[in-house]
């Protein structure tokens, strides 16, 4: 009896005393005329149908109803809506609150939205910043360190873009910081041409190519940003036109090597600009750089130990030979000498490298040519086999 009655008093649920209703959702406040109203929206929804890629309204509001307070569920008063906004309906007054409200978020959401905007802001400076010394661009952890020492503080409610442009003037007043130059294409009539390079020369623009084909000069030059619209205005007041061909120019060195297809097992900077390096890239460059400066010095530490034999012909000829065995490329994939530069970018494209390439996916030691040769005519027979049914 005891238990049954147990079970007959336990069978009714009671709502926790300190429950909230209406709280696991995003909140759009609206302050008009002294008054505080309230929508209560899905998350993640109403940027979406403000940006214009949700379209119904039904998939945004979890119900058309207009509150004072959606934490406590307290509903806005009906002479309070119509003093506020003229009317009583509701689908109109909600399409307003999500307008032209401010969207709650909490303090974790608040934090990370924040540290997102931050990140895209170093990005941009990034991209478009480099150092006046070394020509290239700081890493993101050296620009967000920098954003802190001017204690930049970001403002939700301003774009990435006007904000990383303001930062970037802060940070030129205190570091070795320029913007990075843009890249232009300027086609004019030849006939302008000398007020073309007089206005460059006076702006110090540097001009990176000149071409000369019928009545028009083709200029490629590179100008500092904030003279970009005059530039732009010049080249339709004389008559012709202006193309970007690049937003911002970081150069490197260049180190008068081919770029191979394998960037494992050798790796070198471009020497062409470009738009962007993340950190990876430049510690590519660095690395490159260092190798390349440890084969000069080991160049120089042979010949210097070269001992003079016969004559001062005999001496060269022993140098010339030691750098030859110096500059002898090896692939790493194949573990093998592979030759000089020519041959090295040759061996790329040949079957025994990509056939070690395949083993080392595979993590299998690398063949030899012969080897190589064997194993593919015994996969073509293989296959050949196959075609046949017994």
Request: aromatic share 4%.
């Amino acid at each position: 009896m005891s238990q049954r009655g147990g079970t007959r008093g336990s069978s009714t649920v009671k709502q926790p005393v300190g429950q909230k209703k209406l709280t696991n959702v995003a909140v759009v406040r609206l302050k008009k005329h002294g008054m505080r109203f309230e929508v209560a929206c899905y998350q993640n929804k109403v940027l979406s149908w403000r940006s214009g890629v949700e379209k119904d309204v039904d998939e945004v509001l979890q119900s058309h109803t207009v509150y004072s307070n959606v934490s406590k569920g307290v509903l806005a008063k009906s002479k309070d809506m119509i003093a506020a906004f003229g009317t009583n309906d509701l689908s109109a007054i909600c399409t307003e609150i999500m307008q032209k409200g401010e969207l709650q978020v909490a303090g974790k959401e608040r934090d990370s939205q924040l540290s997102t905007q931050k990140r895209d802001i170093a990005t941009i400076v990034m991209q478009k910043t480099i150092n006046p010394e070394t020509q290239r661009p700081y890493t993101i952890n050296m620009i967000e360190s920098l954003m802190a020492e001017i204690h930049f503080a970001v403002d939700p409610h301003n774009s990435s873009k006007k904000q990383a442009l303001e930062v970037i003037r802060d940070l030129q007043k205190r570091f070795p910081i320029k913007r990075a130059p843009m890249r232009l294409r300027l086609i004019v009539p030849e006939e302008s041409s000398p007020s073309l390079m007089e206005k460059l020369n006076e702006w110090n623009a540097e001009v990176v190519s000149k071409d000369e084909s019928g009545n028009q000069l083709s200029l490629v030059c590179e100008i500092e940003p904030s003279i970009f619209r005059d530039c732009e205005a010049l080249a339709r007041n004389l008559h012709g036109r202006s193309e970007i061909l690049a937003v911002s120019v970081h150069f490197e060195k260049d180190n008068n090597v081919d770029h191979f297809d394998d960037h494992e097992d050798f790796i070198e900077p471009s020497h062409h600009p470009t738009v962007s390096l993340n950190t990876a890239e430049l510690d590519e460059i660095k690395l490159s750089e260092a190798l390349q400066k440890q084969s000069i010095s080991e160049v120089n530490n042979v010949a210097d130990k070269i001992v003079p034999t016969v004559n001062d012909d005999a001496k060269k000829n022993s140098a010339e030979v030691e750098v030859v065995e110096v500059k002898q490329s090896k692939c790493s994939t194949c573990n093998a000498i592979v030759g000089d530069v020519k041959q090295y970018r040759e061996h790329f494209k040949s079957e025994w490298h990509k056939h070690n390439l395949r083993r080392k996916t595979r993590q299998l030691p690398p063949l030899t040519a012969d080897e190589c040769a064997a194993s593919i005519d015994m996969g073509d027979a293989k296959s050949d086999l196959k075609e046949y049914s017994f």
